[in-house]
């Protein structure tokens, strides 16, 4: 096992003496805050010994299995690749560490509660350490399993429970209602109200959940991309592809722009694009979140909506979305099989919109961007998905573009979904870290292929006061198509 030998933790715990910090962040500065901690090597002997279900920490349903974390040889170099490992140094704060939690609690030796829950909570799921990962750990499966269970068998605080039962459950999955808190949301950012709140600190005098979710609200764009589900848009020229277009739920309001932008790099690239009126959110949150059932009832939906017509590609330009909808089949090893056929072959039709546009005969029909760019890459198009070639690609197409690699570009920015709200001094200390390395890069045009990422991002260029442009690779080229056709 290269030397490294697991902990067995003892039964008894002690108070919060054990608590440590690193750049001032206040965690657990050992494996366990308050427990006591030996190294033996009979941990080692007995992980091959079958687990006593009577004894399992676990409840029923999906749960992290020996099958999956069995392939952890306990290595330790998916550390350097964890964000909070990297910068933490708290071991049960690392893909290692939270795998061997996740086993003390399948033994029974290990509560599921408030420790385990925090562990869990703080990994931000990128997924960084499967690509480091040499023996192949799905490390994505397990932390998603084991944030299912907590989801069942774990009391969260009551305000805490209140904004998840909100957002997840009567917001997120319906598109009315979605709509009309997008509405809400757009008169108060555009009615000044949102700027006198900011500027007034009223916001200190509420609990820190809804703070952040005031301060960090995406922008709502006018119009709705809801407007156009339901249209098929024609394609420029000769048409060689008829494509679905998966437009997403947030999205829709915040990155309306986005879409539309998408639909037209499409169709100048020989694609009927068609925009299926009953697609609704993928359960990309749900499924981060441990909310299975709920994200079940979702891919039903989108996968009956999609597979009942013919197309070529199922698009998307989201990495998040677009890494759970190629992974629809997981949701459905267990819980109601007779829905794996389809979700494979949904997961089989979906691409990235960079995956797809370099993959097939791309329109290199662009006008010049004069512009000194850097790309950073979405933990789930980069780690999830494994595509990091194609929008380099696309980018390289770009006349004028002068492309200059970001160190550490698959490094997380924190965004995360909705991490930046839910652990927001994280979030931010990653954002510094992903803001200093484009700063060295001297780039005035920042790129991604991710709206979470584009957010992230644009807080990080807003709050260092500089102009830089922040855009999904997608934007860029459509802005180059316009171009081009100006000149001509």
């Given at each position: 096992m290269c030397g490294v030998r697991l902990a067995t933790i003892s039964k008894?715990?002690?108070?919060?003496?054990?608590?440590?910090?690193?750049?001032?962040f206040s965690r657990p500065g050992a494996l366990w805050a308050g427990c006591e901690v030996s190294y033996d090597k009979s941990s080692l002997n007995s992980m091959t010994q079958s687990f006593d279900d009577s004894i399992c920490g676990y409840g029923h349903g999906e749960k992290p299995t020996w099958q999956f974390y069995s392939k952890c040889i306990h290595c330790g170099l998916c550390l350097n690749s964890c964000p909070t490992y990297r910068e933490l140094g708290v071991e049960m704060d690392s893909p290692r560490g939270r795998i061997y939690q996740m086993i003390q609690?399948?033994?029974?030796?290990?509560?599921?509660?408030?420790?385990?829950?925090?562990?869990?909570?703080?990994?931000?799921?990128?997924?960084?350490?499967?690509t480091a990962c040499p023996s192949g750990v799905e490390y994505g499966r397990l932390v998603e399993a084991a944030r299912g269970q907590i989801e069942k068998n774990y009391k969260r605080p009551p305000l805490e429970k209140f904004l998840r039962?909100?957002?997840?459950?009567?917001?997120?999955?319906h598109r009315r209602r979605l709509e009309w808190a997008g509405r809400l949301l757009r008169a108060y950012q555009r009615s000044g109200l949102e700027r006198a709140v900011?500027?007034?600190?009223?916001?200190?005098?509420?609990?820190?959940?809804l703070a952040r979710v005031a301060r960090l609200a995406p922008r709502m764009e006018k119009p709705f991309f809801t407007e156009r589900l339901g249209t098929t848009v024609p394609a420029a020229g000769r048409r060689r592809y008829r494509v679905a277009l998966f437009a997403g739920c947030i999205a829709n309001l915040s990155f309306a722009?986005?879409?539309?932008?998408?639909?037209?790099?499409?169709?100048?690239?020989?694609?009927?694009?068609?925009?299926?009126?009953?697609q609704g959110c993928c359960g990309a949150l749900h499924v981060h979140a441990g909310i299975r059932d709920l994200a079940r009832r979702l891919a039903k939906r989108n996968i009956q909506t999609f597979l009942s017509a013919d197309f070529d590609a199922i698009v998307t330009n989201a990495a998040g979305c677009g890494s759970v909808l190629k992974e629809y089949p997981q949701l459905f090893e267990e819980e109601e099989r007779e829905h794996f056929?389809?979700?494979?072959?949904?997961?089989?039709?979906?691409k990235d919109v960079t995956e797809f546009l370099a993959s097939i005969d791309f329109n290199r029909d662009l006008g010049t961007i004069k512009a000194r760019a850097t790309y950073q890459d979405p933990c789930h198009l980069g780690h999830a998905q494994r595509i990091r070639k194609a929008p380099r690609t696309l980018l390289a197409a770009v006349p004028g573009l002068e492309l200059v690699e970001l160190k550490e570009a698959e490094v997380c920015c924190g965004s995360a979904g909705i991490y930046n709200v839910a652990h927001n001094e994280m979030a931010e200390?990653?954002?510094?870290?992903?803001?200093?390395?484009?700063?060295?890069?001297?780039a005035d045009l920042i790129l991604t292929a991710n709206p979470g990422c584009l957010l992230q991002l644009r807080a990080g260029?807003?709050?260092s006061g500089n102009r830089r442009r922040v855009l999904h690779v997608v934007e860029l080229l459509d802005e180059a198509y316009q171009l081009r056709a100006w000149d001509t």
């Amino acid at each position: 096992m290269c030397g490294v030998r697991l902990a067995t933790i003892s039964k008894s715990c002690a108070s919060s003496s054990m608590l440590g910090t690193r750049r001032g962040f206040s965690r657990p500065g050992a494996l366990w805050a308050g427990c006591e901690v030996s190294y033996d090597k009979s941990s080692l002997n007995s992980m091959t010994q079958s687990f006593d279900d009577s004894i399992c920490g676990y409840g029923h349903g999906e749960k992290p299995t020996w099958q999956f974390y069995s392939k952890c040889i306990h290595c330790g170099l998916c550390l350097n690749s964890c964000p909070t490992y990297r910068e933490l140094g708290v071991e049960m704060d690392s893909p290692r560490g939270r795998i061997y939690q996740m086993i003390q609690v399948d033994r029974g030796r290990l509560p599921l509660g408030e420790s385990f829950v925090r562990h869990i909570d703080l990994c931000l799921d990128c997924r960084a350490c499967e690509t480091a990962c040499p023996s192949g750990v799905e490390y994505g499966r397990l932390v998603e399993a084991a944030r299912g269970q907590i989801e069942k068998n774990y009391k969260r605080p009551p305000l805490e429970k209140f904004l998840r039962q909100l957002f997840f459950y009567e917001i997120l999955p319906h598109r009315r209602r979605l709509e009309w808190a997008g509405r809400l949301l757009r008169a108060y950012q555009r009615s000044g109200l949102e700027r006198a709140v900011l500027a007034s600190g009223v916001l200190k005098l509420f609990p820190g959940p809804l703070a952040r979710v005031a301060r960090l609200a995406p922008r709502m764009e006018k119009p709705f991309f809801t407007e156009r589900l339901g249209t098929t848009v024609p394609a420029a020229g000769r048409r060689r592809y008829r494509v679905a277009l998966f437009a997403g739920c947030i999205a829709n309001l915040s990155f309306a722009r986005l879409n539309e932008a998408t639909v037209r790099v499409l169709a100048r690239n020989g694609c009927e694009v068609v925009v299926p009126a009953e697609q609704g959110c993928c359960g990309a949150l749900h499924v981060h979140a441990g909310i299975r059932d709920l994200a079940r009832r979702l891919a039903k939906r989108n996968i009956q909506t999609f597979l009942s017509a013919d197309f070529d590609a199922i698009v998307t330009n989201a990495a998040g979305c677009g890494s759970v909808l190629k992974e629809y089949p997981q949701l459905f090893e267990e819980e109601e099989r007779e829905h794996f056929e389809g979700a494979k072959a949904f997961g089989a039709r979906l691409k990235d919109v960079t995956e797809f546009l370099a993959s097939i005969d791309f329109n290199r029909d662009l006008g010049t961007i004069k512009a000194r760019a850097t790309y950073q890459d979405p933990c789930h198009l980069g780690h999830a998905q494994r595509i990091r070639k194609a929008p380099r690609t696309l980018l390289a197409a770009v006349p004028g573009l002068e492309l200059v690699e970001l160190k550490e570009a698959e490094v997380c920015c924190g965004s995360a979904g909705i991490y930046n709200v839910a652990h927001n001094e994280m979030a931010e200390r990653l954002l510094e870290g992903k803001m200093r390395r484009i700063d060295d890069t001297r780039a005035d045009l920042i790129l991604t292929a991710n709206p979470g990422c584009l957010l992230q991002l644009r807080a990080g260029v807003a709050g260092s006061g500089n102009r830089r442009r922040v855009l999904h690779v997608v934007e860029l080229l459509d802005e180059a198509y316009q171009l081009r056709a100006w000149d001509t």
